[in-house]
């Protein structure tokens, strides 16, 4: 098949110029003629004979650069010099012609070439070519060739001066124009001017030369144009062939098809009307298939449209996209600046809550050392008094300075509690009940301006920051805003978990100068933050489209995160569960903070369990450091007014305030624990041993009444009970020994005290037993009333 030539003619021309220039020096190199042409040229034999053979590479250059339109070849043949050289030596004339060329013969000779190319495998297509050419080209000879050298010779010898012109572009060009019309008057080498510089052109000249490549395109594309023309048309002509080949087989073999099928030989199988009925089935249930899928596609694409619409009316909608983007970004800024700015202080906050609890700690530590060592001390004066009376009854005791000391300092205070209690007009109090926390002017002075050091750099937290970032009511009404105009997007970031975190240090900064401990502290409910985040969760529970939100957990994840701990801390380090002050106002503390978590116990176990196990473990402490009844001799008790007596019954009485304050947290801690610490390891243990040692009287009845009255009556409020609980049981044995006692003494009428402790403890079948065995029919009434 033949390949569609390129649109640059002007190349193919040239190639095929050079080509055909190129046929005529591959004759025999052995040949005569070309033996003839080189012999002259190398004998200095005349111009004429060498100059017809150099004038060939000169014509193929010329007629690469004139462009395409009408113009004179000249061509030599070596075959023809060389034969002309054999026959007449070096003044032989060949014989010559001339042949003027039109664009329509070169395109000719052109296509000539181009047929050739596609048949190159044929030998005599190629020596007619050969001879046609040689046919038609004319060689001139050397007579010729010398009139025209001596024509320009003449014409140059006119101009004999040089031009001081300075458009050397007009001599270059008259010189390339001779050059190309006569190939042998060029100058050689030595005799060229070589410009140095770039020569000015004037506007003619410019002009000249862009309409002489104008002209050039023009009779370029003209030329392409006629060259595809003549393309397309071989191109038809092979096709008509082709089809016309192709119409002759196609027809043979509809021929033969059409025999084929109307061939009455061939058997079909056997039709019945099962197997249409089967076949029509088969495709309706294809079709049916069919139309299902497409029934699905259908209504998912008008779900899509559905879709498509709604998104597009909400997007129209959303006209304040941009008024939303800035809260967002507003809000975002304020919350990196609050977490920035907390992060800052948290430091500070931590040091001064450190100090603060350092000096708590310190004067809690005063306290119970002091309380100690006075306990030690008189312990053992009276030990040592106790020897040296049954010794000798002669002579006093000596003792040191730092023992008489601390005897003086405790008595002093004593003193100074006595006559406070007068002037309040409490006359009822009982030696050892008291706290015994009163510190020196000294170390008095020192605590105060201590903590109002602390105080002072406690106010210059966040004096340096605006009221956005360190007032809660503030921080919380920015995230308010954001709850009313954004609900969706401010639950589903899970505000309600984060606003804890963000509060705790603020919150840890009121609670600074707050002391759980202290009788007059202010309650968790008047704090500042307490009722700013209640004001919060009320305007949350107004949203009634938000049932299950967790704004209603923001409280209790506070106080379980910041309160709790700061009791476990108070309550491990700093209190004294002697002091029945701090005790009331830490469980008054405690049950405000169980109130508000009741809803949410699922989320505060951890935190009221570790709170309680704390508070166990310093009351189990308490009973093993603090709690001391010494035992002394009967005669040395029985003088009330002896040293041995009195702080024999001080001791008791501490220990029985221990107990009080034991079973003040009935309700908070588990009937069980408290039974265990204040039944089991303090009344058993301590008390009921005093109570034994002791001689019976109004005394020991009033001690048991005291006994009885701490007992919570929660445990006892059953009707049905007959018997009491499994921990007072020597209890109530200690009671029905000393009803006996009493009733064979002097003081039968305190057995219906004893007999009134029974029935409050429920101990109904050994009260009625003991009045059936010593036949005191007249206390069954005392039962009967109950």
């Not at 002007?10 to 190639?15: S, T, W």
């Not at 025999?28 to 150099?54: D, F, I, L, T, Y």
């Not at 209640?534 to 957990?553: C, G, P, V």
């Not at 501490?654 to 390891?681: A, M």
Request: hydrophobic share 30%; glycine share 4%.
């Amino acid at each position: 098949m033949a390949h569609r030539p390129k649109r640059t003619f002007r190349q193919r021309r040239a190639d095929s110029s050079d080509s055909d220039g190129a046929e005529v020096p591959s004759a025999e190199p052995g040949a005569p003629g070309e033996q003839a042409a080189r012999g002259p040229s190398k004998e200095g034999s005349p111009p004429g004979g060498g100059h017809a053979v150099a004038a060939e590479p000169r014509l193929r250059g010329r007629g690469r650069g004139r462009g395409r339109g009408r113009g004179r070849v000249w061509a030599s043949s070596r075959r023809a010099v060389g034969a002309a050289s054999g026959a007449d030596g070096d003044s032989g004339v060949p014989e010559s012609r001339t042949v003027d060329l039109s664009t329509d013969e070169e395109d000719g000779t052109h296509h000539a070439s181009e047929s050739k190319d596609d048949q190159s495998s044929s030998s005599n297509s190629s020596s007619s070519l050969e001879e046609e050419f040689s046919s038609i080209v004319n060689i001139p000879d050397a007579a010729f060739i010398q009139a025209a050298r001596r024509k320009r010779e003449l014409a140059r010898a006119q101009e004999d001066y040089i031009s001081l012109d300075v458009k050397h572009t007009s001599t270059v060009s008259v010189m390339r124009k001779n050059s190309d019309e006569d190939p042998e008057s060029e100058p050689d080498d030595h005799e060229k001017r070589i410009p140095f510089t770039p020569k000015p052109t004037t506007l003619r000249q410019k002009m000249a030369e862009e309409t002489a490549t104008r002209n050039e395109e023009t009779s370029e594309e003209s030329q392409e144009d006629e060259n595809q023309d003549i393309w397309e048309q071989q191109q038809m002509r092979k096709a008509v062939k082709i089809t016309e080949g192709r119409d002759i087989d196609l027809s043979h073999n509809s021929e033969s098809q059409t025999m084929k099928k109307f061939d009455t030989s061939i058997s079909f199988p056997p039709v019945n009307l099962e197997i249409i009925k089967k076949q029509l089935n088969t495709r309706l249930t294809l079709l049916q298939d069919t139309h299902r899928s497409h029934l699905r596609e259908y209504e998912k694409y008008v779900q899509d449209v559905k879709s498509s619409k709604s998104t597009i009316h909400n997007l129209e909608n959303s006209s304040n996209q941009t008024l939303n983007f800035k809260f967002y970004k507003s809000m975002k800024i304020y919350v990196e600046n609050l977490i920035d700015c907390l992060n800052e202080k948290i430091i500070n906050i931590q040091e001064i809550e450190s100090s603060m609890h350092a000096l708590l700690l310190k004067q809690a530590m005063i306290l119970m050392k002091r309380r100690q060592d006075e306990l030690k001390h008189q312990s053992t004066y009276l030990q040592q008094l106790s020897r040296k009376a049954e010794t000798s009854t002669n002579g006093d005791l000596a003792i040191d300075e730092k023992t008489q000391w601390i005897l003086e300092e405790i008595e002093s205070r004593r003193a100074r509690r006595r006559q406070a209690r007068t002037l309040s007009g409490n006359c009822d109090h009982q030696e050892g009940t008291s706290s015994d926390d009163e510190l020196s002017s000294a170390d008095m002075t020192d605590f105060q301006k201590s903590q109002g050091d602390i105080l002072q750099d406690h106010k210059k937290i966040f004096e340096d920051v605006h009221d956005d970032f360190c007032n809660i009511q503030n921080i919380l009404l920015k995230f308010q805003q954001w709850r009313e105009k954004f609900p969706d997007s401010y639950y589903e970031a899970f505000i309600g978990l984060c606003i804890p975190k963000l509060l705790n240090p603020l919150i840890r900064v009121q609670l600074i100068d707050w002391n759980p401990l202290k009788f007059d502290s202010i309650g968790l409910k008047q704090m500042p933050w307490f009722t700013s985040i209640e004001e919060f969760i009320d305007s949350s529970m107004e949203d009634s489209k938000k049932e299950n939100h967790s704004d209603k957990k923001i409280l209790s994840a506070v106080i379980n995160k910041t309160i709790i701990p700061r009791l476990i801390d108070f309550v491990e380090f700093i209190w004294d569960p002697l002091s029945t002050s701090q005790t009331t106002s830490l469980i008054t503390h405690c049950r405000t903070i169980l109130e508000e978590q009741s809803t949410f116990e699922n989320e505060v176990s951890k935190g009221k369990k570790d709170l309680f196990k704390s508070i166990v473990s310093r009351m189990k402490k308490a009973i093993d450091d603090d709690v001391f009844i010494p035992l002394y001799p009967e005669s040395a008790v029985e003088n009330k007014t002896s040293p041995q007596s009195k702080f024999q019954e001080r001791q008791f009485w501490s220990g029985l305030k221990l107990f009080h304050n034991i079973l003040l947290w009935n309700g908070l801690l588990p009937d069980d624990t408290l039974q265990e610490l204040g039944l089991r390891k303090l009344l058993n243990r301590y008390l009921i041993i005093a109570l034994l040692n002791a001689i019976p009287g109004p005394d020991v009845v009033t001690k048991c009444n005291q006994i009885a009255a701490y007992l919570p009556e929660k445990w006892f409020e059953d009707s049905t009970m007959r018997t009491s609980i499994p921990q007072l049981e020597n209890f109530i044995q200690f009671l029905l020994q000393s009803a006996l006692k009493l009733s064979r003494s002097e003081f039968r009428d305190e057995v219906k005290e004893i007999i009134l402790i029974l029935v409050k403890i429920r101990a109904f079948n050994q009260a009625e037993s003991f009045i059936e065995e010593y036949h005191l029919d007249h206390l069954k009434s005392v039962i009967k009333e109950v």
